[in-house]
C-alpha cells in the first residue's frame, strides 16, 4: 500500500523556519517526480515546488522563490520542504504526493497528474 505521510507543520512567527517532511511506503522514491502542494483557506490548491527524479532538478513557485527549497532523500524515503523566512501568505495546509506521470517535473506542477496525497500538515504564520 502506497503512502505518503507529511509532518513538520505548525505555529511560527512570521521570519521564522519550518522543515517539512514527505514520509513515503510503499513505492520506489527515485521512479517518481514529487511535488509539495498548499491550500490556503478559501483558496484553491497551488503547487509550490517539485523535485525530479531523473535529473535531481527542482522548480519553485515565484511567490516561494528564494524561501523554499525542496530535497529529498531516497534511502529514508523522504522529502523535505524547508522554509526559511515565513510569511503571513505561507499558511496553508501542505500536502505531497507523486506525479505519476512523470519521473521529470513540468512546470508548472498539476494537481490532477499527482496521486498518493497525504493528509497535509498544517503551517500557521503568525505573531
Known amino acids: 500500500q502506497v503512502q505518503f505521510v507529511e509532518s513538520g507543520g505548525g505555529l511560527v512567527q512570521p521570519g521564522g523556519s519550518l522543515r517539512l517532511s514527505c514520509a513515503a511506503s510503499?513505492?520506489?522514491?527515485?521512479?517518481?517526480?514529487i511535488g509539495w502542494f498548499r491550500q490556503a483557506p478559501g483558496k484553491e490548491r497551488e503547487g509550490v515546488s517539485c523535485?525530479?527524479?531523473?535529473?535531481?532538478?527542482?522548480y519553485y513557485a515565484d511567490s516561494v522563490k528564494g524561501r523554499f527549497t525542496i530535497s529529498r532523500d531516497s534511502a529514508k524515503r523522504t522529502v523535505y520542504l524547508q522554509i526559511n523566512s515565513v510569511q503571513p501568505e505561507d499558511t496553508a495546509v501542505y500536502y505531497c504526493?507523486?506525479?505519476?506521470?512523470?519521473?521529470?517535473?513540468?512546470?508548472?506542477?498539476?494537481?490532477?497528474?499527482?496521486?498518493?496525497w497525504g493528509q497535509g500538515t498544517q503551517v500557521t504564520v503568525s505573531s
Open positions: 504526493a507523486a506525479n505519476l506521470m512523470r519521473r521529470r517535473c513540468v512546470w508548472p506542477i498539476r494537481g490532477y497528474e499527482h496521486d498518493y
Open positions: 523535485s525530479s527524479a531523473s535529473d535531481a532538478s527542482t
Open positions: 510503499g513505492l520506489t522514491l527515485d521512479d517518481y517526480a
